[in-house]
């Protein structure tokens, strides 16, 4: 990476999203941040079919709401090694989804974009189903009248 590539990677990620250290030896390391791992495995989340949210907490909301922009690692928590990595994400399906199918479809999505952006080898992706997303309230009250004697009469 040259010292542009690098300042634009430290403007949008943060100073220490990429840490390259050269040793006196052959080696260099190249250290990926979690932060970096928890946004490539938001983005191939927020492209399944079946996902209604990000289940992030409070914290990941408050960060939305004050910077305005949306939170692509919200819900994903990382613990990067040297070479492998374990992803837990959390999610909120649509309703009449069927659960196994759109976690296995997170599974492979995360693990394949992760492998081939960062070179890391995923060795867990779980997926934690934090609830489900209805629309039932909103069609119950529209269809409901507003007012008893108009559905007697």
Do not use: C, W
């Not at 949210?53 to 409070?58: L, N, R, V």
């Amino acid at each position: 990476m040259d010292e542009n590539n690098n300042s634009v990677v430290e403007n949008v990620l943060g100073e220490n999203a990429v840490e390259n250290t050269v040793d006196n030896t052959t080696e260099s390391t190249i250290k990926i941040a979690d932060d970096v791992v928890a946004v490539i495995a938001g983005v191939a989340v927020s492209e399944v079919q079946g996902v209604a949210s990000m289940a992030g907490g409070f914290a990941g909301g408050i960060t939305e709401v004050l910077s305005g922009k949306k939170n692509l690692s919200k819900g994903i928590k990382v613990e990067v090694g040297e070479k492998e990595t374990k992803i837990d994400v959390n999610i909120i399906v649509e309703y009449g989804t069927r659960i196994p199918d759109v976690a296995f479809e997170i599974q492979n999505r995360v693990k394949k974009a992760v492998e081939n952006m960062t070179g890391l080898k995923v060795v867990e992706v779980n997926v934690h189903v934090q609830g489900v997303n209805t629309q039932f309230d909103e069609i119950k009250k529209d269809d409901q009248p507003e007012n008893n004697n108009d559905a007697q009469n």
